[in-house]
């Protein structure tokens, strides 16, 4: 066989979406699994979006869209943001992607090349890294840490600041930490972008997934002091639960969207028709749906919360957003004997071997000692799940609790 592309040999494969294969695989197989690993609303697509996809069908509205979306959809997009936000976009200022992933993509490709460096922080949704390497420039990665709640901190980020940075990458609310950043450290971060020439992205993937009433109004905060260098990129795939429609939006100054489209129009085109008159009953209809989901997985968060605190060796905090549990293991793999298992992959290995549970292991997010929990799970998964990952803590770490009493 000949050679695979260089540029192969510098990305991974996604390692979140290599759990969802896993439990695939063994369900396929027979085997019943309790999933925390999928990153994905377990609800049905509201039926008022349902209803607009038959529409579209039936009216044969199945046709190449303008690559960049359909109008509707963008004043749509539009109108979400500035009712939200207070923000003002026009038309030629948004396009329609595959998912926010082909929007921060598209947006990496456009910004992003050789010899630039990015700036993001980590734990990370590790596809945004990889993105930039795909975009030939580098990712630094900016730490957070578990014990102020992985607060995105903007002296962190300004610290990371180099003649070479092109760009700062954030992401809030954050996949894997479920962390908000600040208004205040988001505009000390854009201001240093608005003296450097600095390009701002900003995630807002998990923006309608916020737990209490905190400020956080990012979109106006970058609006004020630097919007010609901003990128918003959201989705329908959490807010909505449609992650498998493919439906996600950049908002940018026009030239930036200009080369988005570009590219888009090289490599997908546009999103499904029919999704797209999806989004816009989404985006348009009743937001009570999102409000009730939201509820759900606040419930689930507290119980999940309270479940694991049964077992101090499982250090977590509640997050203030997204739907993740992210827990410090690192106390149970400390205390381990030889040859039992010394890193999150192997914890999370084990725990799906011996108790068919799926997490994901922090190293996916470049965050090894922890593992990831998804509560986007019936309560009853969450109930069974938990308790068989405290049985299984149980067991592997008593050797700790013999040592420390003897
Ligand atoms: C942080 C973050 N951003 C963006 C996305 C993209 O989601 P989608 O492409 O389904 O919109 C995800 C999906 O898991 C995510 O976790």
């Known amino acids: 066989m000949a050679r695979l592309a260089e540029r192969t040999t510098r990305i991974a494969g996604s390692a979140t979406m290599a759990v969802t294969a896993t439990v695939d695989r063994l369900r396929r197989a027979g085997v019943e699994v309790l999933d925390f690993g999928a990153g994905e609303p377990d609800f049905a697509t509201p039926d008022a979006v349902k209803a607009a996809a038959h529409t579209a069908l039936d009216q044969d509205f199945t046709r190449y869209t303008a690559v960049s979306g359909i109008a509707e959809l963008k004043r749509a997009i539009g ?51 990889e993105q930039i390497k795909l975009a030939d420039a580098s990712p630094v990665l900016v730490r957070t840490h578990a014990e102020d709640g992985f607060a995105i901190g903007g002296r962190a980020i300004l610290d990371a600041i180099t003649p070479r940075t092109r760009g700062i990458i954030i992401n809030s609310p954050c996949n894997p930490t479920g962390a908000l950043i600040t208004e205040d450290d988001l505009a000390s971060i854009a201001d240093a972008a608005a003296r450097q020439g600095i390009w701002v992205i900003l995630d807002l993937c998990y923006e309608k997934l916020i737990y209490d009433a905190v400020p956080h109004n990012l979109p106006a905060v970058l609006a004020r002091r630097c919007r010609d260098l901003t990128v918003l990129c959201g989705s329908a795939s959490k807010a909505y639960a449609m992650t498998g429609w493919r439906c996600g939006w950049a908002l940018a100054p026009a030239p930036v969207i200009a080369a988005c489209g570009a590219i888009q129009s090289h490599s997908t085109s546009n999103v499904s028709s029919i999704t797209q008159k999806a989004a816009v009953a989404a985006l348009t209809g009743s937001q009570e749906t999102v409000r009730a989901m939201l509820d759900e997985y606040r419930t689930r968060r507290d119980n999940l919360w309270q479940w694991l605190s049964a077992d101090p060796r499982l250090r977590c905090r509640k997050p203030a957003g997204a739907f993740y549990m992210f827990i410090d293991v690192g106390d149970v793999l400390s205390g381990l004997e030889p040859g039992g298992f010394r890193t999150s992959t192997e914890f999370a290995q084990a725990l799906l071997d011996e108790s068919r549970v799926a997490v994901t292991p922090g190293e996916a997010f470049d965050a090894p000692g922890f593992i990831r929990i998804s509560y986007a799970t019936s309560m009853e998964t969450l109930r069974e799940g938990t308790e068989r990952l405290l049985a299984f803590v149980a067991a592997h770490a008593a050797p700790i609790r013999r040592a420390a009493a003897g």
């Not at 595959?98 to 990496?108: H, V």
Request: proline share 8%; hydrophobic share 40%.
């Open 79 to 129: 109108d979400r943001y500035r009712a939200d936000y207070g923000v003002d976009y026009a038309d030629s200022e948004v396009i329609v992607s595959a998912g926010g992933k082909q929007a921060l993509f598209n947006a990496a490709l456009s910004l992003f090349g050789p010899g630039d460096e990015v700036i993001t922080h980590a734990p990370c949704w590790p596809t945004l890294p």
